[in-house]
């Protein structure tokens, strides 16, 4: 999975506690970015970032928040889970912007929250 | 709206055969299109890419045709393989400051022997 790495690959949480999910790569790309995967929709994108500590919104944002400290991690953070963030979470990385370069995908994060 | 579409939704073909997978979007302004394959519990990988002035790209027994007027493309897969059962997905590329991309439902393929 071209040098990306996501921990954990599975979480069960409870309503309402605070969960947080990791990219970590290995291809020193600049751009880095969170999705989630639900069935019958395509990939949403969550957050992005476009280096250190630059970070903007994606479509579905609302509930989440990222930090990026160092170009390899990129970290996504639901502060307080609710059943609707149940899906599969996909972190992505890109040479340039979103379109203009291929992504590569990390192996998904499964989280339910009960 | 920008959107993607595909059809069908899934399809079930035996091993051997050919079928091809639809793509209709109507983002606007274009910028490029790929096609993406995911195996169950794995992210997508990229198949092609096509831009404007393209209209086919092969990558091995697939091969992805754009028709850029009328917003098409499809992903025709010659002679299926048992490891070509995934989801594949139409991503397709609007041209802003940061070329965003919108994605597909894709597609669930299965190939039975």
């Known amino acids: 999975d071209a040098g990306i790495t996501q921990s954990p690959r599975h979480k069960v949480t409870e309503t309402g506690t605070p969960v947080t999910l990791r990219c970590h790569q290995t291809?020193?790309?600049?751009?880095m970015y969170w999705y989630r995967q639900d069935p019958g929709h395509g990939l949403r994108l969550i957050h992005y970032s476009y280096g250190v500590k630059d970070t903007d919104k994606g479509e579905v944002s609302d509930g989440y928040s990222v930090s990026r400290s160092k170009t390899e991690d990129f970290l996504l953070t639901l502060e307080s889970a609710t059943s609707s963030q149940t899906s599969v979470y996909f972190c992505a990385i890109s040479e340039s912007g979103q379109g203009a370069s291929e992504q590569f995908f990390g192996p998904g994060t499964r989280l339910t929250v009960l | 709206k920008n959107q993607v579409e595909q059809s069908p939704q899934s399809l079930i073909i035996l091993e051997g055969k050919n079928c091809t997978l639809q793509?209709?979007?109507?983002?606007?302004?274009?910028?490029?299109l790929r096609w993406y394959k995911q195996d169950t519990g794995r992210g997508p990988v990229s198949l092609t890419i096509?831009?404007?002035?393209?209209n086919t790209k092969s990558n091995g027994r697939y091969t992805a045709t754009l028709d850029a007027d009328t917003k098409q493309s499809s992903l025709h897969i010659t002679a299926s393989q048992l490891s070509d059962s995934a989801s594949y997905i139409c991503v397709v590329s609007e041209k802003t400051s940061y070329d965003k991309v919108i994605f597909g439902p894709g597609t669930s393929l299965s190939v039975i022997p």
């Open positions: 096509m831009t404007f002035s393209e």
């Open positions: 291809e020193n790309h600049r751009y």
């Open positions: 793509c209709n979007y109507t983002v606007s302004p274009f910028s490029n």
